[in-house]
């Protein structure tokens, strides 16, 4: 059964202060991996699409890599205004996206 | 505009009511969902739609139901609400001629049952 999982759950940083939220995921035939942005009270939001092991996108302070197994998005030098909780999806049989349940993000100025 | 639009944004009602939560999209796609999310459990599939006359369930269809009124605009019903269908609704549409693009979602309507 394909699979999506996200850790950690929750993490606190300090503006400035760098790390990385993880996407686990297991799927038979990759055939996309999906990064949302989601505020409070509102829809995700896209962010990036990663197609195969070795891509990478960026946009700001936010940059997604991908492997075999796992994505990361790596966030950089972040500001409170990038506090949100951030998803990963994948594309699973014809019609079915199967979500992770988020990285609560709280960047503390 | 917004290109995904639901409405009403929020709903407090009373067990045993009746609900309709409506979809309507500008981005001119044929492929429209329902989802509930809830804390700790991710978004869940209710219903999908390829286009007007294809209806499915998804994975948590049991006391819902769908209309798919035109191509852009796509209704979920609660025949008769419970309390434990509390919860976060969104809509969401994706490009049929390619189906590795991604979803996109409208806000929501966080609904209250009493």
């Known amino acids: 059964e394909d699979q999506v999982t996200q850790s950690p759950e929750a993490l606190r940083l300090q503006e400035g202060e760098s790390s990385s939220l993880n996407c686990s995921y297991t799927?038979?035939?990759?055939?996309?991996l999906f990064w949302y942005r989601q505020d409070p009270g509102k829809g995700p939001e896209f962010l990036f699409t990663?197609?195969?092991a070795g891509e990478e996108k960026e946009k700001e302070r936010l940059k997604a890599t991908l492997t075999k197994k796992e994505s990361f998005l790596h966030i950089t030098a972040p500001k409170p205004e990038d506090s949100a909780t951030y998803l990963c999806?994948?594309?699973?049989?014809?019609?079915?996206?199967?979500f992770g349940t988020g990285t609560r993000l709280k960047v503390l100025a | 505009d917004a290109d995904v639009t639901q409405t009403p944004r929020n709903r407090i009602t009373k067990t045993g009511k009746r609900i309709m939560l409506e979809c309507s999209q500008t981005?001119?796609?044929?492929?429209m969902y329902w989802y509930r999310q809830d804390p700790g459990l991710g978004l869940r599939l209710i219903y999908y739609?390829?286009?007007?006359?294809?209806?499915n369930k998804g994975e948590i269809s049991d006391g819902y139901s769908v209309s798919r009124q035109a191509q852009a605009k796509f209704s979920l019903s609660l025949e008769s609400a419970i309390p434990n269908q509390t919860a976060l609704y969104f809509c969401?549409?994706?490009?049929?001629?390619?189906?590795?693009?991604?979803?996109?979602f409208g806000d929501g309507t966080r609904l209250s049952i009493l």
């Open positions: 981005k001119g796609h044929d492929r």
């Open positions: 990663l197609y195969s």
């Open positions: 799927v038979s035939g990759l055939r996309g």
């Open positions: 739609s390829f286009d007007v006359k294809d209806i």
């Open positions: 999806a994948v594309p699973s049989g014809t019609y079915k996206y199967i």
């Open positions: 969401a549409t994706s490009d049929r001629t390619d189906e590795n693009q991604p979803q996109h």
